[in-house]
C-alpha cells in the first residue's frame, strides 16, 4: 500500500526574550482530537505552497502574527495519528523573530505565551515529550522521527539526527 500521509507544519514561537513559547491550548471544540491539550502551532500543507510558505500562512492565520526567521528543525513521521487512523509528515519549525501582536486565540483555542521550563509540564500528546527538547536544544542538525500512533496511542519513537 502507498504511503500517502498528510503533510503538515508545526511551529514553536519564541518571545523576543527567547524564554517563553507561543502555543494553543485546544480548548474551543468539543470534537477536537487534540480537546485539552498543548500544542505549537500549524496545520495541514496547501497545494501550491511550499512547506516554509505553509508554516507562514499557519502562523499568521492562528496567531496574527508574521514569521521573519524561522528554521527548520525537524521532520515527524506520524504513521497512525489521525481520527481515522490516517498517516502525517510533519516538518517541524522554530520560529525565532517574528513581528506583530498574537491575538488571544483562534476557532481551535487559546493562545497562550509559556516558559520553557514549563512546557513539559503541559498536558500534551505523548509523542510531544520525545521531540520538543530536540526543537529547542543546541544542536544545529535537524531530527528527523517517527513515532506510530494506534487507536490515539504512541507505540514507539526513533529518531535520527543528521
Known sequence: MPYTPIVATLGYVLSPDR???LMIHRNARP???????YNGLGGKMEPGEDIAECMRREIREEAGIECESMSLRGTLNWPGFGKQGEDWLGFIFLIDRFSGQSHGGNHEGTLEWVPREKLMDLPMWEGD???????FDDDPRPFHGVMPYKNG????????RL
Open 31 to 37: 470534537d477536537d482530537q487534540h480537546l485539552g491539550k
Open 19 to 21: 524564554r517563553q513559547v
Open 129 to 135: 515529550r520525545h521531540f520538543l527538547p530536540l526543537v
Open 153 to 160: 496511542r504512541l507505540q514507539s519513537w526513533s529518531c535520527t
